[in-house]
Nanobody, 116 residues
Framework: QVQLVESGGGLVQSGGSLRLSCVAS????????MGWYRQAPGKQRDLVAT???????NFAGSVKGRFTISRDNAKNTVYLQMNNLKPEDTAVYYC??????????WGKGTLVTVSS
C-alpha cells in the first residue's frame, strides 16, 4: 500500500534541464529523508541528492552546482531540478523515502537520457 511514483524523465540535449518529481502515497508515516539515486547501465546505484525533514541537503560531487533538491511536505513530494545536464547524467533515477523508523521505500525509476 506504499507507493512512490516518479515523473519528469525524458530525453534532453547537453546543457538542458529537467525537473523530476516523486509523489509518495499510501501508508507512509513520519518521513525523514527524501532523495534521489541513479543507476547507469552496467553500474551500481549511487546517491544523487538527499534532503532531510529539516531542510538539510546533500549532493554527490558530480552534480554539485548543477542540481537542486526540494520537498513539499504537505504534498509528500520531492523534486530534483537538474540543470546543465551532461551525457554522464544519463541513468534511471530512483526516488527514495526513509522514515524515522528507518524503513526505506523506493520508486520504480524514471529514465533520463542526455544526448551530446
Amino acid at each position: 500500500q506504499v507507493q512512490l511514483v516518479e515523473s519528469g524523465g525524458g530525453l534532453v540535449q547537453s546543457g538542458g534541464s529537467l525537473r523530476l518529481s516523486c509523489v509518495a502515497s499510501g501508508s507512509i508515516r513520519s518521513i525523514n529523508v527524501m532523495g534521489w539515486y541513479r543507476q547507469a547501465p552496467g553500474k551500481q546505484r549511487d546517491l544523487v541528492a538527499t534532503i532531510t525533514s529539516g531542510g538539510n541537503t546533500n549532493f554527490a560531487g558530480s552534480v554539485k552546482g548543477r542540481f537542486t533538491i526540494s520537498r513539499d511536505n504537505a504534498k509528500n513530494t520531492v523534486y530534483l531540478q537538474m540543470n546543465n545536464l551532461k551525457p554522464e547524467d544519463t541513468a534511471v533515477y530512483y526516488c527514495l523515502v526513509k522514515t524515522r523508523s528507518d524503513a526505506n521505500y523506493w520508486g520504480k525509476g524514471t529514465l533520463v537520457t542526455v544526448s551530446s
